[in-house]
């Protein structure tokens, strides 16, 4: 949830015409809010933007002039970008970087880096993800203009757990506008487009950064920047291509281009999807991919060369040239183009670096004329007291109905300007307080997100928010007093929006009914249920809660999809990654909540499919199969014994090894092209989770104690 910077007085502090008194200092600083283009002006600053795949190579002195000039660090100052941003791909693609994320090879290009642009760049941000690596420089002109400098990632690779394909994201405020850059490396093959256009659908939708205001997703940001080795492909044979690129041909490419003919679909949605046209709800939706905007490229395909060369790849798989290397920024005013090419003379990799330049409009303040405007506004204040707002909402109440684990559902919300003044609204969060009557209603905060948490309104203006409902693991946290089997009715989660313009104040109740599933449920629960559906057996009364006298035992839940994975899908070599739609995903989740027996060997979901909903499932289990008060102990190697655990967690844990080494066998092994080291990978973050309430490390501290918890895993495995 978001927090503004001063959150609103508490409820209990409001008068019975729903108003509070400010302090000066809060209206102040919400006033020179809403009267900033008096104190600021416009101005544009020259931005970069780079990338490169590197096919693992080392940094050379004989690359010194051409990098420089890729980097445009050597540009005369009107020319020179204040702030570059450069992502890295194939950085390091061993093992050792898969397990660990962060490797020694990051340095010699991090020191090559401040070598080429010393004394007038400083490098801010050198953040490695296994292959990926971003890197953010900033002028030392405009350095002390840059704020709020945050990371965050996103791993696309196996089952969203290992980061060979993935995401670096970099936020900063300069000035008044925030940035956002996001370097990646989408998944790789001809075919695999739509495993590409998900990839980049996840990292938009999911890339969030911690700020003062609280979390802010990568779209939410005035200027922001997508590139990297997007890996989309031609539509063409290899020979053809050639002749096309020989001729200078770019237009019949273009119209080949994967990337190119994803835009044209986004851009068919958005009219599909313009009022005038929007009687159908039967067609998809725009992606995020619409709000974006690619730069043509004019110039040879960067990807495939023979390393060291300028001849296109000439192996046995004679792999399709294709402009893999692409910047996109999202569509703004405040964005212009100026250049948009390549690199021709690194030749070290198979790829050709790219690198575009930018004029971005950015905001600065005017200190001089921001003190007499905040004096005006003191005079204003102290001779005719604080403006009164008023708003109105479009409803009083936000109930989203039934609703089970990984729902997701979607209400707007209109606010009013009904004042005569502009007016800043901030939306705020609060629990509701139980009256003691209704033991079956939960208040909690961590279901609801609600975006923008702050709105500009001019007089009779109405605006939206988005309000979201999202059932996963954390959202269920709040039922961790909830007992099942107590003959009480379904829970009913609540939330207080609060909704707040100067004095004035408002609120919307949003109320969901959660109806159980063994997704989010705890193994202690499930183990006493035995063959009732769980819909059945948590509305039970107290019979239901001894444990089923037989030993050892295993839910239902778990046992049926391993089985499933174990019969058809032992050989597999999508076991753990793929897609997964949301539609089969709820199939498999009706069908374990209502227990009807084995699963069909013709079932409609596969077996690599199933096998991510069984990640899901041990991810949803509100305490991990390895308790969490065990997470130091494991992390310092102690050892598991059956004593150590409960019973359920000890049967479950060693069961699920016993899975995973039977996938592992060399007869298995040869075709679903798993290893120990993926394996643990893939199920350490699952398995072996950090109590959530327990206080987080610095990151590098973050990164070892995931690679001890890899460690452990592979451990286990190996035993």
Avoid at 403 to 421: A, F, P, Q, R, S
Wanted: net charge neutral.
């Amino acid at each position: 949830m978001d927090y503004v910077k001063t959150p609103p007085p508490l409820l209990k502090d409001l008068d019975a015409n729903g108003k509070v008194p400010l302090s000066v200092e809060e209206v102040l600083e919400e006033q020179l809010y809403l009267c900033s283009d008096e104190f600021t002006v416009v101005k544009e600053v020259k931005v970069a933007v780079c990338s490169w795949n590197i096919d693992q190579k080392k940094p050379a002195e004989s690359m010194e002039k051409a990098f420089r000039e890729w980097l445009m660090v050597n540009a005369p100052d009107h020319d020179a970008p204040k702030v570059i941003a450069v992502g890295f791909q194939e950085l390091d693609m061993s093992t050792n970087a898969l397990l660990r994320e962060e490797t020694d090879n990051a340095k010699p290009w991090i020191e090559f880096i401040k070598k080429m642009c010393a004394g007038r760049y400083e490098v801010i941000v050198a953040r490695q993800l296994v292959g990926l690596m971003m890197v953010l420089l900033v002028e030392n002109s405009v350095r002390p203009y840059l704020k709020n400098v945050t990371t965050g990632i996103v791993r696309c690779g196996v089952a969203n757990t290992i980061a060979n394909k993935g995401s670096i994201g970099v936020r900063f405020d300069l000035h008044k506008t925030s940035f956002a850059f996001a370097t990646a490396h989408l998944a790789a093959h001809q075919a695999e487009v739509e495993r590409r256009n998900k990839d980049f659908e996840r990292i938009t939708d999911t890339l969030h950064f911690q700020t003062p205001l609280g979390s802010a997703s990568f779209l939410s940001h005035e200027r922001v920047f997508f590139f990297g080795d997007l890996n989309y492909r031609i539509d063409l044979p290899y020979d053809h291509t050639l002749e096309l690129v020989e001729a200078k041909s770019w237009d019949m490419l273009l119209n080949e281009d994967q990337l190119n003919k994803r835009f044209r679909t986004e851009l068919k949605l958005r009219g599909d999807h313009s009022p005038a046209s929007a009687s159908s709800h039967s067609d998809p939706k725009p992606a995020n991919m619409a709000h974006f905007v690619d730069l043509t490229p004019r110039f040879p395909p960067t990807y495939k060369y023979n390393p060291g060369t300028t001849t296109y790849d000439t192996s046995e798989k004679k792999r399709v040239p294709a402009w893999t290397d692409r910047i996109l920024h999202k569509a703004s005013d405040g964005i212009k183009v100026l250049d948009f090419g390549y690199n021709s003379e690194l030749l070290a990799s198979d790829h050709r670096p790219v690198q575009a330049l930018f004029d971005v409009k950015i905001t600065e303040e005017c200190p001089d004329k921001k003190k007499k405007k905040e004096e005006s506004i003191r005079n204003t204040i102290k001779k005719h007291g604080v403006f009164e707002a008023r708003i109105t909402l479009s409803e009083s109440t936000l109930p989203f109905g039934a609703v089970t684990y990984g729902d997701t559902k979607n209400k707007d919300l209109y606010i009013t300007n009904n004042g005569l003044g502009v007016v800043c609204v901030h939306v705020h969060s609060f629990e509701v307080l139980s009256n003691g009557k209704d033991d079956h209603m939960v208040s909690s905060r961590s279901w609801i997100s609600v975006e923008p948490h702050m709105l500009r309104l001019e007089p009779k203006q109405t605006k939206p928010i988005s309000v979201k409902c999202c059932i996963d693991r954390e959202a269920l946290a709040c039922l961790s007093s909830y007992h099942p089997f107590q003959n009480k009715p379904y829970p009913t989660l609540s939330h207080l929006l609060v909704i707040s313009a100067g004095q004035h104040r408002c609120w919307v109740e949003t109320t969901c009914n959660y109806r159980f599933s063994c997704f989010g449920s705890r193994l202690s629960h499930l183990e006493c249920i035995g063959l009732t559906p769980i819909s059945k057996a948590y509305l039970a009364g107290p019979e239901m809660q001894k444990p089923l006298p037989k030993t050892p035992s295993i839910p239902k839940e778990l046992w049926l999809p391993i089985d499933y994975i174990s019969k058809h899908g032992q050989k597999d070599p999508d076991l753990f990654q793929g897609d997964l739609d949301f539609e089969s995903f709820k199939t498999v989740q009706q069908y374990l909540d209502d227990a009807p027996g084995l699963i069909p060997a013709d079932y409609e979901v596969t077996p690599s499919q199933m096998s991510l909903i069984l990640l899901i499932f041990l991810g949803s289990l509100q305490d991990p199969v390895i308790p969490y008060r065990f997470y130091q102990g494991c992390l310092l190697n102690q050892k598991i014994t059956p004593g150590s655990l409960p019973a359920i967690n000890y049967n479950v844990l060693t069961y699920l090894m016993a899975f995973l080494k039977y996938l592992l066998l060399p007869e298995h092994q040869i075709s679903n092209k798993l290893t120990p080291e993926i394996v643990a990978h893939t199920f350490a973050p699952i398995l072996l989770r950090k109590d959530p309430n327990a206080v987080e490390g610095p990151g590098e501290q973050q990164r070892a104690e995931r690679s001890k918890a890899t460690a452990y895993i592979l451990n286990l495995l190996e035993q």
